[in-house]
């Protein structure tokens, strides 16, 4: 529990110190709205002690969407340690104590997944996002995971593409990236299914509980994998793009999965060149 206790009186200061400035660039519309929440994060991580491994890169075209898997609340953390980005949350996370507090701070955009005739105003949301220059990561299966496998896409707001191009005058495509995530090491073991929630966090695991236990545990090794970024124009099917993206992140995690946590390459002395004897006449 000290470990807990110290990461915890950190990301306390951490917030403090950061939040006003935070507060300032979203009444002004300055640039350090995007840049404040990547601070946070790659900050978090180096104190929970989250090793991230990255395989490829995130595209730099804009406008874009990326499709990613969904395996723990610790995703948030580590894809915006990564990357300047907003995220798609269930609108129950705007009502949770702290955390929806946060989540307001990083222009998260809130989905009512229950209520269907909301869908669109939030697909056009998240357009109008896209064409201001924002990165959008959808968690596209909709929920969480047990991090072991890949659930099957939803494509109702993937249609953002379409609603993000009717209403530019300036894009004829939307750039779709599919991502993956795959915590691969916990605790300098392989993530197997003896320890999947240790790190995953789906189904009924209270929240509060498996926050603490990540906070103490440190040493988290997470793949995070980039697939090849596709433009669709007006007249890609959202089912087409919903099910390329799905496919592609269950090879990438399933590929992290298999190689297991990545090994660690010893440093060694560099080697000198043998000094030439002097050649006697």
């Known amino acids: ?8 009186l950190s990301l ?4 403090l110190l950061l939040a006003p400035f935070q507060l300032i660039a979203l009444a002004f519309g300055l640039r350090w709205q995007q840049s404040i929440p990547h601070l946070f994060h790659r900050i978090l991580c180096a104190l929970i002690g989250v090793r991230i491994h990255e395989v490829g890169k995130r595209t730099t075209i804009a406008p874009v969407l990326i499709l990613s898997n969904h395996v723990s609340w610790l995703d948030i953390v580590i894809i915006g340690a990564r990357a300047r980005v907003v995220f798609v949350a269930k609108s129950e996370v705007a009502k949770w104590p702290v955390f929806g507090w946060l989540a307001k701070l990083q222009r998260t ?34 929920t969480s995971s047990d991090g072991m496998r890949v659930l099957p896409f939803r494509s109702a707001l993937i249609g953002s593409v379409h609603h993000a191009l009717g209403d530019s005058t300036h894009h004829k495509e939307i ?15 392989p993530v197997g299914r003896a320890f999947r929630e240790n790190v995953a966090w789906y189904g009924d695991i209270d929240l509060i509980p498996h926050f603490i236990g ?14 090849d970024a596709v433009a669709y124009d007006m007249t890609a099917d959202r089912k087409t793009i919903t099910r390329d993206a799905e496919r592609v992140v269950r090879q990438m995690t399933s590929a992290a999965h298999r190689a297991g946590p990545p090994k660690k390459t010893p440093n060694l002395p560099a080697l000198k060149p043998p000094t030439p004897e002097p050649v006697i006449a």
Request: hydrophobic share 50%; no cysteine; aromatic share 8%.
């Open 175 to 189: 750039t779709v990236q599919p991502m993956s995530i795959a915590y691969v090491g916990f605790g300098g073991l």
């Open 1 to 8: 529990m000290i470990r807990f206790a110290a990461i915890l």
């Open 12 to 15: 306390t200061m951490l917030t």
């Open 214 to 227: 990540i906070l103490s545990s440190g040493a988290i090794d997470v793949v995070v994998s980039w697939g």
């Open 109 to 142: 955009i809130f989905v009512e997944r229950e209520r269907r005739q909301k869908t669109g105003a939030t697909a056009q949301e998240i357009g109008d996002r896209m064409l201001s220059g924002d990165a959008v990561v959808l968690f596209a299966e909709g």
